[in-house]
């Protein structure tokens, strides 16, 4: 067999890390700045010239030669790059992920050069550690309990405070996964769900199905992690909202009630710490009592807005969640971390057992290998991102932001309010404002019930901006359906959504954002 001798040695100098290879570094970060520094003069993302960014990448074929890095970043800075969306924009109002720290920048190159890998110990070393401590750390901060309490379990191999994931998706799924599995554990000659399926759960138990109960404004993750865990998405039960857009707690009772008299198991009940549609958070102590009551797993979504645990001012608002059984977290939301750093928080260190796996090469019984509880198998050690900016942003750091991400919402609320041509549609509770732009020919009807017509065509007007606010560059927000109460009934509508979250965006960027769409309202009514 012959070796291509000038491939292996072009291969080989990628791998290099004896020095030779840091110019490949200030080319990448020059790249950075440079789309950066052409965002910065009021561009969300550049120009494509009218052509659709799939056709850049329609080739399939890899191509025997390689090319040179230098090669490969001009290629990069020509047809990706420009066309990329700029998340950190204080303009760009549309998405749950923005602004990373610039200490992420060098903490990114050293979880990725090191390439640890969180599934066993040996292979992660000191980040097993160092991950387990960034679990604790969230861990009190949710559920308070004693030094003592950490103290026992913060190392110990055979506790589980939580579960690091790559989102708040794998969160939320794993933590039903333990409801599902607690629900229908080993009895008798059943030797649990996890071994022998929901059909011999149900029959062993006498129930006639299981279900999940969330309300109507429950992330969609929820859908799936009931099709997953073999419940079917038809036994989500959503249940209403009540004015303030938290589940009815009084609809909820029924619920439960409604469930145990039809011979359904409810395996877990689903409070929701921030909303995606309008940041609304649910009544999770009154929540919190019902399950309780009912014998209930209660899981609480917090993707969103469990940083508001940092805001003294805020914090209330999160009352009931430290009863809550399993809490899911996403520190690439609020905590301005790269995506990638979720986690999901168990109250009882013992409760993931029922999820636990073991192996004949890793995951053994008392190896403490982290991958044992984890849905994911490899991944890598982005834990190092929250430890670094819980220690170097620090609770009063996270608080401030949370506490100016609210005032900005509510300034923008009242901007809303105070202008004809657009109408707030529900009060922010927290940072998302959901709004939408009202036609001239509709503004006096707003002072009385619209008609579905008069609503549909507000609609697709409302559609029309967003599209052309996003294909402007100069300022985003993206958009949602909303249902809003009418004397004819709930009506849904298209809305606006607003994400206020980016540290940087100031009232004169929220400012540009409304003028920016009504100036595109007016150009699309001229057409």
């Not at 602004?99 to 969180?118: E, G, I, K, S, Y």
């Not at 998405?233 to 004015?243: A, E, G, S, T």
């Not at 014998?295 to 940083?307: E, I, K, N, R, Y």
Request: glycine share 8%; with cysteine.
């Amino acid at each position: 067999m012959t070796v291509d001798h000038a491939a292996r040695d072009g291969f080989s100098a990628l791998f290099s890390s004896d020095g030779k290879d840091h110019h490949r570094e200030p080319l990448a970060t020059r790249l950075l700045h440079s789309f950066l520094n052409v965002c910065n003069e009021g561009r969300i993302h550049g120009e494509m010239d009218g052509r659709p960014a799939a056709s850049l990448f329609l080739k399939s074929d890899i191509g025997d030669a390689p090319i040179s890095f230098e090669n490969y970043i001009e290629y990069l800075a020509c047809e990706v790059v420009p066309y990329s969306i700029n998340l950190s924009s204080p303009r760009c109002l549309g998405h749950m992920t923005g602004v990373v720290p610039d200490f992420v920048r060098p903490l990114a190159d050293l979880v990725t050069r090191l390439n640890q890998n969180m599934v066993k110990r040996e292979a992660s070393g000191i980040f097993s550690a160092l991950e387990r401590q960034t679990i604790a750390m969230m861990h009190r901060t949710v559920f308070g309990h004693p030094e003592s309490f950490y103290n026992e379990h913060i190392q110990n191999p055979s506790s589980t405070l939580g579960v690091m994931t790559s989102g708040g998706t794998l969160a939320n799924l794993t933590g039903l996964w333990i409801a599902r599995n607690t629900s229908f554990a080993p009895s008798g000659s059943f030797t649990g769900i996890e071994n022998e399926g929901l059909p011999a759960a149900l029959r062993h138990y006498g129930w006639r199905d299981a279900v999940i109960v969330g309300s109507n404004l429950v992330h969609y993750s929820v859908d799936k992690a009931a099709g997953i865990l073999g419940l079917g998405v038809r036994n989500l039960i959503k249940v209403p909202v009540d004015r303030s857009n938290g589940i009815d707690l009084d609809a909820l009772r029924r619920c439960v009630r409604n469930c145990t008299e039809e011979g359904r198991k409810i395996i877990a009940i689903v409070g929701i710490a921030g909303t995606t549609d309008c940041g609304s958070v649910d009544p999770l102590d009154g929540i919190a009592s019902i399950a309780r009551e009912a014998g209930v797993h209660f899981h609480v979504d917090g993707a969103w807005c469990l940083p508001l645990l940092f805001s003294s001012r805020h914090c209330s608002k999160l009352a009931g969640v430290e009863k809550a059984d399993t809490v899911t977290f996403d520190g690439h939301k609020q905590l301005c971390l790269p995506s990638g750093s979720g986690m999901l928080l168990i109250r009882d260190p013992h409760a993931a057992r029922v999820i636990e796996k073991q192996t004949r090469y890793i995951l053994q019984e008392f190896s403490g290998d982290l991958g044992k509880h984890s849905i994911e198998g490899s991944r890598p050690a982005t834990a190092l991102f929250l430890h670094a900016a819980l220690r170097l942003i620090g609770r009063n750091g996270y608080g401030a932001l949370i506490d100016e991400s609210i005032f900005r919402a509510q300034f923008m609320a009242d901007l809303i309010r105070n202008r004809p041509d657009f109408q707030l549609l529900t009060e922010p509770e927290t940072n998302i404002v959901l709004y939408r732009y009202i036609p001239e020919r509709f503004r006096s009807a707003c002072t009385r019930d619209l008609t579905t017509a008069e609503n549909q065509s507000i609609s697709t007007c409302n559609e029309r901006i967003q599209q052309a606010q996003f294909r402007s560059g100069r300022s985003f927000v993206s958009r949602t359906q909303w249902d809003c109460a009418s004397e004819q009934g709930p009506v849904t509508v298209v809305a606006l959504r607003a994400v206020i979250a980016n540290p940087f965006t100031s009232q004169d960027d929220i400012r540009f954002v409304l003028e920016d769409q009504a100036r595109i309202a007016q150009e699309l009514a001229a057409v």
